[in-house]
């Protein structure tokens, strides 16, 4: 089966990345020109790295704004525990994607691990939280929607609700494929897409766990 890249008809600088990781080797840390050597400069600091690519998914990694996430779109609940209902599907999200906690790209083995540790830790109050299918991460897409995603110096758009944050744009499924591969999504596309499940490549792939309504957040209306 033919991998897709989700990045199909955008180049990834080779060349920039190589002189980056030069540049990171020689180079001694040091903080920002002027700057003061501060507890809170050093979070400004902390808020802007990318420990895969230093920096340069730009909409994610700037300094994190106090302001949550909002949107007017009635179809989805904030349920104010971290958690996103979907009153549509009747699904529950989470909020904030493992992108936007953790600044790391992850691969589909690894998620295992991530969904295991969100049901352990009773996230959003619930044990029940897995993987999502291609329908049901296709169900947010929303062309309608128009959030940046900047990566290097190419300029996107996703097209998913706002009450998720800067998202990132491509997600896991639970669905697997022959050959150590699994199904993802991508929220600038609209489409599905084949990517490794393992290996040093991570394929740009995070995840947005899912689980089944219980009825406790189901909005009165």
Same mark, same amino acid.
């Given at each position: 089966?033919?991998?897709?890249?989700?990045?199909?008809g955008q180049t990834v600088p080779v060349l920039a990345i190589l002189f980056l990781a030069i540049m990171l080797v020689m180079v001694p840390s040091a903080g920002w020109a002027g700057e003061p050597d501060n507890p809170a400069a050093q979070q400004a600091r902390e808020d802007k790295k990318d420990y895969e690519f230093d920096g340069q998914i730009l909409t994610l990694t700037e300094p994190k704004t106090k302001e949550p996430p909002t949107s007017d779109n009635?179809? $989805?609940?904030?349920? !104010? #525990?971290?958690?996103?209902? =979907?009153?549509?599907?009747?699904?529950?999200?989470?909020?904030?994607? @493992?992108?936007?906690?953790?600044?790391?790209?992850?691969?589909?083995?690894?998620?295992?691990?991530?969904?295991?540790?969100?049901?352990?830790?009773?996230?959003?109050?619930?044990?029940?939280?897995?993987?999502?299918?291609?329908?049901?991460?296709?169900?947010?897409?929303?062309?309608?929607?128009?959030?940046?995603?900047? $990566?290097?110096?190419? !300029? #996107?758009?996703?097209?998913? =609700?706002?009450?998720?944050?800067?998202?990132?744009?491509?997600?896991? @499924?639970?669905?697997?494929?022959?050959?150590?591969?699994?199904?993802?999504?991508?929220?600038?596309?609209?489409?599905?897409?084949?990517?490794?499940?393992?290996?040093?490549?991570?394929?740009?792939?995070?995840?947005?766990?899912?689980?089944?309504?219980?009825?406790?957040?189901?909005?009165?209306?």
């Amino acid at each position: 089966m033919t991998k897709i890249n989700p990045f199909r008809g955008q180049t990834v600088p080779v060349l920039a990345i190589l002189f980056l990781a030069i540049m990171l080797v020689m180079v001694p840390s040091a903080g920002w020109a002027g700057e003061p050597d501060n507890p809170a400069a050093q979070q400004a600091r902390e808020d802007k790295k990318d420990y895969e690519f230093d920096g340069q998914i730009l909409t994610l990694t700037e300094p994190k704004t106090k302001e949550p996430p909002t949107s007017d779109n009635p179809r $989805y609940q904030d349920n !104010k #525990n971290g958690t996103v209902t =979907d009153l549509e599907t009747k699904l529950v999200w989470v909020q904030i994607d @493992s992108y936007q906690t953790r600044k790391q790209w992850i691969n589909w083995h690894k998620a295992q691990d991530y969904i295991r540790e969100l049901n352990e830790t009773q996230f959003g109050g619930a044990g029940n939280w897995r993987l999502p299918t291609r329908k049901e991460l296709a169900a947010l897409f929303d062309e309608t929607q128009s959030i940046p995603w900047n $990566y290097y110096w190419t !300029k #996107n758009e996703l097209h998913i =609700d706002p009450i998720f944050g800067k998202s990132h744009c491509c997600y896991w @499924s639970s669905e697997e494929a022959k050959g150590d591969m699994a199904w993802g999504f991508n929220y600038i596309r609209g489409k599905p897409y084949l990517s490794m499940k393992g290996g040093i490549q991570h394929s740009l792939s995070v995840i947005r766990a899912v689980r089944d309504n219980n009825g406790s957040e189901l909005a009165k209306k």
